[in-house]
């Protein structure tokens, strides 16, 4: 069964501190990465995606990946209330069709 | 780019009922398209991989007969959920993954919420 953990949270961070996301996988095959946001009743939005090992930096969000460690995670700087939100961590599988298989999701809340 | 809709957005409907969900990849091809459910406060979980012009794969424990799938074309997946019941109510979500893109990167629907009485 290949599994990606999260911690469920929520997360509870001040406006304008940075927020911690973490996320394991279990398939030491992955090679494609992915963190969606998602907001209540809505459906997930592409944050970034990371493919190989090191950060990846996009405005205020940095996706850093270790295969060693099987892990992945996100950084928001600068965290805003409108930030708040799931947020998904994805890993393609290995088999063909390339499907996601998503985290449980952490919930984060920026509080004002 | 890679806009993704579904319609409908919010169905009700009495239990026994059929009801369509249509994904369309509104500005580029998509050979492969998946659907999931996401019941409250769960995550997304993978239902079945849509494939143009031939059979969908369904992951276990999904019922092919219940759950039917049709990729009629490049830009078109269908999901009709069969004699539905209260059980069958969640959030089904479509995505779609670029056929020209380079990479897995999916592209999700907005979604749509379903409520069988």
């Known amino acids: 069964q290949k599994e990606v953990e999260q911690n469920s949270g929520p997360l509870s961070v001040p406006e304008g501190a940075i927020a911690s996301l973490n996320c394991t996988y279990s398939?030491?095959?992955?090679?494609?990465f992915f963190w969606y946001r998602q907001y209540s009743g809505k459906s997930p939005e592409l944050i970034m995606s990371?493919?190989?090992?090191g950060d990846k930096e996009d405005g205020r969000f940095t996706a850093q990946l270790n295969k060693a460690s099987q892990y992945v995670s996100l950084l928001i700087r600068d965290s805003q209330p409108s930030d708040s939100a799931t947020y998904l961590c994805?890993?393609?599988?290995?088999?063909?069709?390339?499907?996601?298989?998503f985290g449980s999701g952490t919930r984060l809340q920026v509080q004002p | 780019g890679a806009v993704v809709s579904q319609h409908p957005s919010r169905v009700i409907c009495k239990s026994g009922t059929s009801v369509k969900i249509e994904c369309r990849s509104l500005d580029f091809q998509a050979t492969t398209m998946f659907w999931y459910r996401q019941f409250p406060k769960k995550s997304l979980m993978l239902m079945a991989t849509?494939?143009?012009?031939?059979?969908?794969?369904?992951e276990q424990g999904v019922e092919k007969d219940k759950f039917l799938i049709n990729h009629a074309s490049l830009t078109l997946s269908t999901l009709t959920v069969t004699s539905a019941h209260p059980e069958d109510s969640s959030f089904y979500i479509c995505?779609?993954?670029?056929?020209?893109?380079?990479?897995?990167?999916?592209?999700f629907g907005p979604g749509t919420r379903l409520t069988v009485l």
């Open positions: 995505s779609a993954r670029d056929i020209a893109g380079l990479t897995d990167t999916q592209y």
């Open positions: 994805a890993v393609v599988d290995n088999t063909g069709r390339r499907a996601l298989t």
């Open positions: 398939d030491r095959g992955s090679q494609s």
């Open positions: 990371i493919y190989s090992n």
């Open positions: 849509s494939n143009e012009g031939s059979k969908a794969t369904y």
